[in-house]
């Protein structure tokens, strides 16, 4: 990539980082190109989706994510170690607003730019949960796929004001029901 170019691709990330932390992963690319100062042609020259962008803005912190969780299941009890990382990915989510329904949506749809962040991501809970149910600490009938709708369903009710109230105590009723002990 031309210095330039390279440039402009920081740079928009950079503008694009604080754009969605005040509007949510539905803010206008147009609005991130005008605050760039460059033109829409120029952010869909590297950017030619939404979830191109959002997979370039999200790769680096999905990538700590999972990381997250290899050192959780290296260093925790099972049953803490995906009970800590089941909340650091929602506060993700809560952190991201909106990204959640980016998430469910790649999640099933191979083409999708966030598509092998999703599945990895989805991969590193299924295997703190594995780890959890192999030594009979989550109940055996659950999934990586449905752990990932879980999370997916508590982030959402987490973005509702009317219900981040409660989303804490929501959190340990659904975590008591994923573990046995």
Known sequence: MRADAKKNYEHLLTIAREVFSEQGADASLRDIARR?????????????????????????????????AKSLEASSASDKALVAWLKEVIAFTHDHRGIIAAMVGAIEEPDSALHASCVALRSAGASLLARAQKEGKARADLDGAELFDIIAALSWLREQSSHASRADRIFK?????????
């Open 173 to 181: 009723v659904i975590a008591s029901a994923i573990l046995t002990n």
């Open 36 to 68: 760039a100062k460059v033109g829409l042609g120029t952010l869909y020259r590297h950017f030619p989706t939404r979830e191109a962008f959002l997979e370039a803005l999200l790769r680096s912190s999905f990538e700590a994510l999972a990381e997250r």
